[in-house]
């Protein structure tokens, strides 16, 4: 990483340097500040030698005119020879990726160094993550022979028709975003397991306004414009970072995408969005397998329930009985929602379910009607969903009920169709919810915890309030402090971080009078870690109900007498747990633990309301001192005895004024103690004299008359006969969780680390 006096220097004086060391005299710069001679062809000696070869005859002409297609007219450009001009520079090589919010263009640092790049005539190279084996793969060696090129070597090599056909006019040239915008039905997913972000960025394309908060705007291949480097947006762990990556991207040795790619080959946001996903997460690999939930999260910043429906057959969250009213609430306020066919238990590749579906197919739910249709058979009430294949390129033959062309379909007339709202585009059909839960093994719905950066078309389908009202707060578990384990782990469980829930009123439709909360606790992500075996650890919350006039943080005897209203289903190992409550009005405690006592890490906990007026806050209280008492232990019987020599020290060490400052109280309490064989603690030192004088200097004189001064011994000889109780061997060391009692017992009762 470069420091910022680097990254301050003139710009001129840079330009200067690479012109008499680079390119006058065959040497190019690296980012160590060295030079390398470059060879006789003036390319790197890193350039493969097949794009030499096939570049030499294009050198002679280093200026042509070509069309642009993002420009529409002929403008000139540098010729293809300086795509390859790869050099690393100094500058830019291995900028670290900012935070901010959402919303345009790339940030002004990423400006700042395509601007740097531009007027160097350096494309960009990322040494943070590079282009060799280490990105790709870190648990095995690449299954096929990869290269890397940029995208306009990629264009070169398929420019002779490729796979996919395409005439070498059609695709002369690379485009960041095709022609007629982002097309779902181009998106390929390659040869990475990486199938939870395809469908996750197919479910995003359905509404482009959120694709704008990934992909900042204005990026393209345009000669005045590029320079070797893009950004993207991930939302991670309650933060919006941007994450710069160069362009070159693995193939294979003839330029045939590998991974995620688009099925227009001159396009390339999916294969650029992918490698930034990839050096976020630390490598290709990482992604291998994943979550289309966390995919959504980290694309659009919203918070994804997760369901496993019944026909799984697996362990998981069961969807609620009203689930056809979540879906409709879901939608009035554009919630993303996917369903997905498992892929376990297949025979093979083309294997087609009876129902019409791709085992591992994923689609995208797009509606959902309850409606009351009455006919000669009388009144009867359906609930249906309306689905869209977010893979175009697997056919869907959905037959059953409520298909095109089923009884159920055609004994609507067109009209009465129209007039209910039963209507489909390409790509969608309509099925029953029953046959819904009975076909589809799992079901995310990505909640959108704030608005998109653009609404183009304000519509009447959109929800009054688009985003739900939302809390989002911080908190860790320490090591010997808060991670007290799940709550049957009795000795520690009370010691886990608390949060207040407040509850005012219910939701105004709700026929039982709850109000409907959803709960998520995100723990820090670890597949980046992947290489090194970390593992996620098992996470969970619980939620008591606090009594009336009760002051978190509560005390461990809360938690022996009460026990906790609603938790999660299950403690999972995964990044997040998400659950979806119904509570009476009131004041509630969450407590976000792990399984397991003693697992410290990092946590974020969201909370999604229907209802603005409800609250969920920390409950850190400020530490009252006030109310100190001299408790623990019992006393020594023969306390009264020590009276008469509290009161001779006193007198001997203040004087005619009858009253001590720090330096008189050390001694005097050092002498007490080493007389008081059930206080085995000695040696108070001055620094702790002046706080004791502070305790209960109320006039600010910096010191104690008698009654306080035998205040302040009892308080001392009762603390250090408590903390002798939690320390049997005499080590002068107690665990903090012990101490925590001890600061309880001592009176501090609201004290919380």
Known sequence: ??????????????????????????????????????????????????????????????????????????????????????????????????????????SSSFEKIRQELLHSGHLFCDSAFPADDSSLY????PPCHIVWMRPSEIVAANSGGGSMGITPRRISTPEFIGEGGIKLSELRQGELGDCWVVAALAAIASQPSLLSRTIPTGQSFRVEWYAGIF??????????????????????????????????????????????????????????????????????????????????????????????????????????ITARIKTKGAPGPGFV?????????????????????????????????????????????????????????????????????????????????????ANFDYLDICHLTEPPPVISKPSNAYHSTYHFPSVHLRGRWL???????????????????????????????????????????????????????????????????????????????????????????????????????????????????????????????????????????PTLERVELSGLAATGPELDPNYELFQPRLRRLFYEASGESMAVDAFQLEPILNCLLRDDHRAPYNMVSTDACRSLVALLDRDGTGRLCESDFRRIWDILRSWSRLFASFDPQRTAHVTSLDFRIIVEQAGIFDFLI
């Open 353 to 437: 379910i009876p129902a019409g579906f791709v085992p591992g197919q994923a689609f995208g739910l797009t509606d959902c009607r309850k409606l009351r249709l009455t006919d000669a058979s009388g009144s009867r009430l359906l609930r249906l969903v309306r689905l869209r294949n977010l893979w175009p390129s697997v056919r869907v033959d959905w037959t059953g009920a409520w298909s095109e062309g089923s009884t159920e379909w055609l004994s609507l007339p067109p009209q009465d169709r129209l007039k209910v709202g039963l209507v489909k585009a390409q790509e969608e059909f309509w099925m029953s919810i029953e046959d819904f839960v």
């Open 138 to 141: 870190y648990s095995q060696r």
């Open 479 to 617: 090591r010997g402090v808060s991670c007290g384990g799940r709550p049957y782990i009795r000795a520690s469980h009370w010691a886990n971080p608390q949060f207040r829930l407040g509850i005012n009123s219910p939701d105004p439709t709700d026929p039982e009078g709850l109000a409907t909360t959803v709960i998520a606790l995100m723990q820090a992500d670890r597949r980046r870690l992947r290489h090194r075996a970390p593992r996620l650890a098992s996470i969970g919350f619980v939620l008591y109900r606090l009594p009336s006039g009760a002051n978190p943080p509560m005390p461990r005897g809360f938690f022996e007498t009460n026990h906790h209203i609603a938790s999660v289903d299950f403690f999972f190992d995964s990044r997040e747990v998400v659950k979806r409550l119904k509570l009476t009005p009131g004041h509630y405690l969450l407590v976000p633990c792990t399984y397991a006592a003693d697992q410290p890490g990092e946590f974020l906990l969201r909370l999604l309301f229907d209802h603005p007026d409800r609250i969920c806050e």
């Open 1 to 106: 990483m470069q420091s910022n006096q680097l990254l301050n220097d003139s710009l001129e004086n840079k330009l200067e340097h690479l012109n008499v060391c680079g390119d006058d005299f065959g040497y190019s710069h690296n980012s160590n500040s060295q030079y390398r001679l470059r060879d006789k062809t003036g390319y790197p000696p890193d350039t493969p030698q097949r794009y030499v070869n096939d570049m030499q005859t294009a050198r002679h002409n280093t200026r042509t005119m070509m069309f642009d297609s993002n420009i529409g007219s002929l403008s000139p450009k540098v010729a293809e020879n300086n795509y390859c001009r790869s050099s690393p520079s100094p500058m830019v090589a291995n900028r670290p990726s900012t935070v901010f919010s959402p919303v345009g263009g790339p």
């Open 231 to 336: 950004a993207f947006r991930f939302w991670r762990f309650g933060r919006w970072e941007e994450v710069y990556i160069d362009d070159r991207l693995p193939v294979r040795s003839g330029g045939q995408p590998l991974f995620v790619h688009s099925g227009r080959l001159n396009e390339f946001w999916p294969t650029l969005l992918e490698k930034a996903y990839a050096k976020l997460n630390g490598s290709y690999e990482a992604l291998n397998v994943g979550l289309v939930g966390d995919a959504m999260d980290d694309l659009t910043g919203g918070l994804t329930e997760s369901y496993t429906l019944p026909g799984a057959e697996e362990q998981g969250l069961q969807p609620p009985s009203d689930l056809d009213d979540i879906l409709i609430k879901s939608f009035d306020r554009r919630s993303l």
